[in-house]
Each structure stands twice: as C-alpha cells, then as structure tokens.
C-alpha cells in the first residue's frame, strides 16, 4: 500500500517544521546565544566493490540544534556505480532532515530527499539511458547514546521502478560531532 503524498502534504509538513522551529527559537528569546555553537556536522562515506562492480558515495549534512529535542538540518548527496558491461550511474542531491527526541534515548526523524539520477546503460543491451529527479520521504526511529543514533527508516514514497534503494525499508546510522 502506497501513502498518497501530494504538494499540500509537503507544503502543511514544511509549516509544521518551520512552527516548530519559531517555537524553539522563542523559548531561548532572552538567552544571547552563538549559531555556530548549536551546529553540527556529520555525514555519510560508502564503497563497495565486487566482481565488476564499483559503488563510492560521499554524503556531508549539518544539524542546527534548537535545543536538547529539536535538530533541523541539510545534507547533500553523490553517489557513482558501475557494473562492468551493465551500466554506469551518477546520483547527485540534497536533502532536508528533522530530528526529534522525545527522550535522550529515542530519536525520531523525518528526511526529504531530491536525487538526480543518470543511469547509462551499456549500448549492447538496447536499453535507453535515463535521467530523472526521484524524491523520499523517509520517516525514521532510532536508538541515541550521545552523538550516535541507530535505527531504521522507512521511505513513504517508494517507487520500486524508480528508487535507487532496493527496499523503502532502510537501516540507518547517524553521527554528528
């Protein structure tokens, strides 16, 4: 069963994310406080490589915390594959992240992810090469000690014929320093 996400959806979840950061911002009014103190950074590093195939991702993102419960961040994405006589891929985007810990343990997430992906197809198979923008909503939990969280998410908007992931299931593992 697919979850129908249309343009209000995504509009009424941005007012949602931007409330609950005016709200956050209002409870410290009286506090001076340093931006740079309440960012920060993390990311993602992948390689895999087999028999023919080679698969390298670099993923930056960077949180602002609003206070012990609430982190709003961004991060970006670049990914390439190749599969020796198959296809060569590139996958390039950003992302939008919300991080919200009811308690110090548990941490839930919301992420909007936008890709490009360019798939090239090796000109023996007669398959057309493609280009297109595939977007994720993925909504996640986890376990946190620290700057560590450990969970799994899952993406509402999954697409099996498009999706660069193999499953809308994903586990996941964040650190931010």
Same mark, same amino acid.
């Given at each position: 069963?697919?979850?129908?996400?249309?343009?209000?959806?995504?509009?009424?979840?941005?007012?949602?994310?931007?409330?609950?950061?005016?709200?956050?911002?209002?409870?410290?009014?009286?506090?001076?406080?340093?931006?740079?103190?309440?960012?920060?950074?993390?990311? +993602?590093?992948?390689?895999?490589?087999? /028999?023919?195939?080679? *698969?390298?991702?670099?993923?930056? =993102?960077? %949180?602002?915390? &609003? $206070?012990?419960?609430?982190?709003?961040?961004?991060?970006?994405? +670049?990914?390439?594959?190749?599969?020796? /006589?198959?296809?060569? *891929?590139?996958?390039?985007?950003? =992302?939008? %992240?919300?991080? &919200? $810990?009811?308690?110090?343990?548990?941490?839930?997430?919301?992420?909007?992810?936008?890709?490009?992906?360019?798939?090239?197809?090796?000109?023996?198979?007669?398959?057309?090469?493609?280009?297109?923008?595939?977007?994720?909503?993925?909504?996640?939990?986890?376990?946190?000690?620290?700057?560590?969280?450990?969970?799994?998410?899952?993406?509402?908007?999954?697409?099996?014929?498009?999706?660069?992931?193999?499953?809308?299931?994903?586990?996941?593992?964040?650190?931010?320093?």
């Amino acid at each position: 069963m697919r979850f129908p996400l249309n343009k209000n959806h995504f509009i009424y979840l941005l007012i949602v994310s931007f409330s609950l950061t005016a709200s956050a911002q209002l409870q410290n009014v009286s506090a001076p406080t340093d931006f740079w103190s309440h960012v920060r950074f993390g990311g +993602g590093i992948g390689l895999s490589f087999g /028999d023919g195939f080679f *698969s390298g991702t670099l993923a930056p =993102s960077a %949180i602002y915390d &609003f $206070n012990d419960q609430v982190s709003l961040g961004v991060g970006l994405n +670049g990914t390439y594959n190749k599969r020796k /006589d198959f296809y060569k *891929s590139t996958v390039f985007g950003g =992302s939008l %992240i919300g991080l &919200f $810990n009811p308690i110090q343990e548990i941490q839930l997430s919301a992420e909007f992810e936008e890709l490009n992906v360019s798939r090239n197809w090796d000109d023996n198979l007669g398959i057309a090469d493609e280009n297109y923008w595939y977007p994720a909503l993925f909504l996640g939990a986890g376990y946190r000690m620290r700057n560590v969280a450990v969970g799994i998410r899952y993406d509402v908007l999954y697409d099996k014929d498009k999706s660069i992931y193999a499953d809308p299931w994903a586990p996941f593992v964040r650190v931010y320093f």
